[in-house]
């Protein structure tokens, strides 16, 4: 079956830079656009950054200029590179995969915790 699994989550101070990666298995067919979102206590999940399959990208304003989304389709594995890090990005990261004509699977998340 299909698998997500998100790694590279930790505890950064302000100012610091993560990456974090999501390696998908069993995958059933191409992969169209792949996605971070992002999770804060009592908050909704948030989209963060978007690629599709031709490289095009698209990240929500709180992170433009500070975050990079890529893909690796030969190893199926999206990365989110997160520099000048601030207390609000802290939150569970989470990786969604839409699959041509299969839907979307998303994998179990990483915590990013920003803070001094």
């Known amino acids: 079956q299909v698998q997500l699994v998100e790694s590279g989550g930790g505890l950064v101070q302000p100012g610091g830079s993560l990456r974090l990666s999501c390696v998908i298995s069993?995958?059933?067919?191409?992969?169209?656009?792949m996605e971070w979102y992002r999770q804060a206590p009592g908050k909704q999940r948030d989209l963060v950054a978007t690629?599709?399959?031709?490289?095009?990208?698209v990240y929500a304003d709180s992170v433009k200029g500070r975050f990079t989304i890529s893909r690796d389709d030969a190893e199926n594995t999206v990365y989110l590179q997160m520099n000048s890090l601030k207390p609000e990005d802290t939150a569970v990261y989470y990786c969604k995969a839409d699959f041509y004509l299969f839907g979307s699977y998303w994998g179990q998340g990483t915590q990013v915790t920003v803070s001094s």
């Open positions: 069993g995958s059933m067919s191409r992969i169209d656009n």
């Open positions: 690629i599709t399959r031709r490289g095009t990208t």
